[in-house]
């Protein structure tokens, strides 16, 4: 009953909200100007005519460049963010740190040619965190072309200053379908429709363990084999094809750490060996090469030819300040009774080393500041304080946005699953997952995050929380697009969970955290993690459009009378 009931006041609200919300008269042909000091409009007009949204990202990729956790790229980045929201006029703009996180590591010089049988320069990047190699080394490609360690016998005594490399070609089709696709009436309508999340206590989605086949268990374990075994063979680098891709187009993230994944899970796991951890064991230099050009160094090697290859890394170890910091800022909520409460929105500043990290997520990061920006600078004075928080170590695992939710809200201590049934009288029994709060969980709103690239916003994942629906879905109206206007286009609402990004550090803990649904354009086929991850894949439209609905939503929530509703709290 208590659903119909709501879906008859829905409908009911829907059909009058429309008319309100574009100050519309029904069956009328004439619209009346928008009320020039509706807050909305004005956020609408700042944000679509004279935004600095691309000025923003601009200095932040092209400028700063690429912004690895712990690097000097990443170090400027949080200074300049830090200047610039000062300079926009937010107060306690500051450096949070967190940690500690490890060793910063940044290129200084690096490249990789075959020098024999005939020249052949190569679109390669050395791994984040790769060792440096000798100055330029000269060795022989060695393919290890090994399904069983008899297979592996073989190259016993012939790795020794090798560039080896272990993975068969990857084929490469022509590409037929656009490599830039835009969400349509298809996909929005699957986001609608999507099921409520399941999952018994309503929080999180994603992260959850991705669970291997024995099959995959043996491959993965078998190519670590490889990897142990060239080292141990005295190889001089470690050499692969990008994981997807083509073009000239390369994904690139961390270099390997070699290790065996057990079986059965161990009573006390063993601690992860991060590449960035400054008790990392020593590795060979890892390079990731364009696929077209990998695989003609294997058909070069299959033709029976002898390929040597020169590589040349150069880095640099930053290791006297293991911390990681995040930027925040905030604009002071006006009400005295309300001012302490706290509506945040951001994105994750770091990014991989081989692009500019404009999409990923340079692309939120200014979008994220330039909501602060518009709301600044229009001197709207919402009740709530309004805090950025420019994450880092969001690739490495999230892990400056959960230790600032751990530092300032809350934690989740895992819990114990304990023995599924027959349980035996000696069995565990389940213990559940236990919420700590610090006082600023209550006085916690809401939390807005953009990190899937330069798209545009079309709507809201709501993360499972059924209570934001009608309230998303009012403050969307004024971003539908009219007949004949192709501007906004973000009215899709969905149930469903996003995971893979900050706001489910949050979310984790009960406190509603939300990302935008979002056009991902050229995302996973082009830019995200890749070398191709700099400013002009980025949409100017898209990133004025999703700047502009952030603001809104922003001011909208530090503005309302009441908090956001949350979920039922997990572990309480
Ligand atoms: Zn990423």
Redesign the pocket.
Known sequence: MIRRQFAATLLLFVLLVPYAAFGQQPGGQQQPAPDPNDPVVRIKDEGMNRSQVMQTLSYLSDVIGPRLTASPGMKRANNWTRETLEKWGMQNAHLEAWGPFGRGWSLKRFSAQIVDPLNIPLIAYPKAWSPATNGAITGEVVYIDAKTEADLEKYKGKLKGAIVITQGPRELKARFAPLGTRQDEKSLLALADAPAPGGGRGAGGGGGGFRMTPEQRAALNFNQRKLMFAQQEGAAVLADGSRAGDGGTVFVQQASVPAIIPDVAPATPAPRVNVYDKIAPKILPQITLANEHYNRIIRMLQAGEKVRMEVNIAVEWQDADLMGYNTIAEIPGSDPALKDEIVMLGGHMDS?HAGTGAT??GAGVAVAMEAMRIIQTLGLKPKRTIRIGLWTG??EGLLGSAAYVKEHFGNLEPGNPGVVPPATPNSQPAAPPKLTTKPEYDKFDCYFNLDNGTGKIRGVYMQGNEAVRPIFRQWLMPFRDRPNENIWGANTLSISNTGGTDHLSFDRIGLPGFQFIQDEIEYDTRT??SNMDVFDRIQADDMKQAATIMAAFVYLTADRAEKIPRKPAPGR
């Open positions: 991989w990923d997520n969001e690739e995200h993690h």
